[in-house]
Each structure stands twice: as structure tokens, then as C-alpha cells.
């Protein structure tokens, strides 16, 4: 028997991985995150799958349903929105699963900020503006954030900056990154990032909190920021430039 954590991608239910759709078919226990994941991906289960709705279980009750099935000879589907490598509580679940002997494998899905970057029709990496993408949140209810992690320190670099679960604190996170950025950075708050439902607003440092409340956006929201979201005047790559030495590559 092994725990399959999969990815189930960003919202939308047909940018699930192949790889994940076909372990979610063949399982004949699914655990999901019914606030989370997109409910039509469930139709894809067994017809006689175990569903169940992690949303209001505490860790001990999500590992006890993982080794009951193990137990019970059963594969196990655990459904996590995004992928599984960012914000997604998986290392607990896995460090409980070893004490256990519990198999797991991971099936990675499409990330939030990929998703966001779509939506937005941008690379956040654009030669000569930014290389570089910093993946990080806020301090409020949540875990703390480690020292030297605040994003004060972060934004030293002006790199490509993703923020999840801070867009209820998008006050706070303008005034921590206004002295490196800029009132003039470019912003994209992209709320829903590939449902029906998406929405995206964009603006700037200066004036990015006051959209955002006023849309109302609370929730599933990712903040980027940083010039490569608005960058026209850069040099093309190296990958494909006429003056690259193809024969090296060959």
C-alpha cells in the first residue's frame, strides 16, 4: 500500500499531471482539501472510493485515515492543492508516515505562481530585469517566519517576489517592500488563479492595497511583484541568439 501525495495543480481540475489523474483513478481511498481542491476532480475516484474532506481534521486524524488504510491493504490519493513542494504541510505528513512505516511517493503539480504567471501572460524571469524568484508568505496567524526571512531582508535583492497567504496583509506587505522596490514597482494580485472565478488586478506599490480591499479579495490569492511583470526594453536570452555556438550543444 503507499500515499500518493498529489499535486492537483493551482484550481482549475484539468491541470492535474497525467501521472497524478491516473494514480487519483486507480485509489481507493482519496484524502482532499474540500476548501482547496476542485471539487470535479473527485468525479475522476473510483465509484466506490473512500472520499474524505481533510478540511476540518487536525494532523493526527489526516495520518490516522492514512494508516487505517494501510492497514486495510488500500493505495491512498492525498489531494493537495498546488504542488506539494510549496505550502503544503507535506513534510509533517510524510515525517508522521515514516514513524509509521507508511510508503509514500509524490506526484508534483502546477504551482500557484506558475498558474498566476499565466494568467498574467508574463515570464517572471526576463533577461537583464530579474533572474531570480522568491517564493515566500507573511507572519500573522500562521507559522512564524524564520529569522532573517522577514521581507524586509528579502527584498534587499529587488528580485521577482511570489507572496501566498499575505493577501489579507497587503498592507503590511507594501510597507515592508516600499524602501527596496519602490512606490512605482509593478504589482499583480491574481485571486482564483485559473477557475472560472479568477481575477486579477494589477497596479503598483502605491496603490496596490487600496485595490485590493476594495475588490474584496481576502482569500486564494497570490501577490507578485517586481519590474519583470512589466519589462519591454531587455536583451533577448543567450538560448536562442544567432551569435550562440550551436556546435557545443549538439
Do not use: K, W
Not at 504551482?111 to 530585469?129: D, K, M, Q, S, Y
Request: proline share 6%; charged share 20%.
Amino acid at each position: 500500500m503507499t500515499v500518493r501525495f498529489i499535486g492537483a495543480g493551482p484550481g482549475a481540475a484539468d491541470l492535474i499531471t497525467v501521472r497524478g489523474l491516473r494514480a487519483l483513478q486507480a485509489a481507493p481511498v482519496c484524502l482532499y482539501a474540500g476548501s482547496l481542491v476542485p471539487r470535479d476532480l473527485l468525479a475522476d475516484c473510483p465509484p466506490d472510493a473512500r472520499l474524505v474532506d481533510t478540511a476540518n481534521l487536525t494532523l493526527d486524524e489526516i495520518v490516522a485515515e492514512m494508516t487505517a488504510a494501510h492497514e486495510a491493504g488500500l493505495d491512498v490519493a492525498r489531494l493537495h492543492s498546488g504542488d506539494p513542494s510549496v505550502f503544503s504541510a507535506v513534510a509533517e505528513q510524510m515525517r508522521r508516515l515514516d514513524a509509521h512505516g507508511v510508503p509514500y511517493e509524490v506526484i508534483p503539480g502546477v504551482p500557484a505562481f506558475a498558474a498566476a504567471a499565466a494568467a498574467l501572460g508574463r515570464e517572471l524571469t526576463v533577461p537583464g530585469v530579474s533572474q531570480t524568484i522568491i517564493l515566500t508568505r507573511t507572519s500573522a496567524r500562521a507559522t512564524p517566519m524564520p529569522p532573517g526571512e522577514e521581507l524586509a531582508t528579502l527584498s534587499a535583492s529587488r528580485a521577482t517576489m511570489v507572496l501566498h497567504l499575505a493577501v489579507q496583509r497587503i498592507a503590511a506587505v507594501v510597507a515592508d517592500l516600499l524602501p527596496a522596490y519602490g512606490a512605482d514597482c509593478p504589482v499583480a494580485v491574481v485571486a482564483r488563479a485559473s477557475r472560472d472565478d479568477e481575477e486579477i488586478i494589477r497596479g503598483t506599490l502605491g496603490d496596490i492595497a487600496d485595490q485590493v480591499v476594495a475588490a474584496g479579495i481576502r482569500r486564494t490569492a497570490v501577490i507578485v511583484v517586481g519590474r519583470a511583470l512589466t519589462a519591454h526594453e531587455f536583451p533577448d536570452s543567450h538560448l536562442y541568439s544567432a551569435a550562440r555556438d550551436r556546435a557545443c550543444s549538439s
